[in-house]
């Protein structure tokens, strides 16, 4: 079993920035893979970024230069730093954990990103 805790999710205007942590506990495998989905209303959850723990990354194309993840495998940490936010952005935040980076095992609970002016 893994528990996901996520922080750093609220309220920006359109070309802000956030930071999202996730850390990760319980059973964690020497190789996994740590990611972040959105799911927006009415809309079904997305992929927005992955890394694995040899740093391989995965984006969407639509946050493409303006979002970066990136990980701390000491602390089983992944963060997202979203830039140049857009309101398309509003969304809440999933972060997640698995084998592979679109095939997630567990989930985090979720935290509300908000873009608007």
């Known amino acids: 079993q893994v528990r996901l805790v996520e922080s750093g999710g609220g309220l920006v205007q359109p070309g802000g920035s956030l930071r999202l942590s996730c850390a990760a506990s319980g059973s964690i495998s020497s190789f996994n893979a740590m990611g972040w989905y959105r799911q927006a209303p009415g809309k079904q959850r997305e992929l927005v970024a992955g890394i694995t723990t040899i740093r391989s990354t995965t984006y969407a194309d639509s946050v493409k230069g303006r979002f970066t993840i990136s990980r701390d495998n000491a602390r089983n940490t992944v963060y997202l730093q979203m830039n140049s936010l857009k309101p398309e952005d509003t969304a809440v935040y999933y972060c997640?954990?698995?084998?592979?980076?679109?095939?997630?095992?567990?989930w985090g609970q979720g935290t509300q990103v908000t873009v608007s002016s």
């Open positions: 997640s954990f698995g084998f592979t980076i679109t095939q997630p095992l567990y």
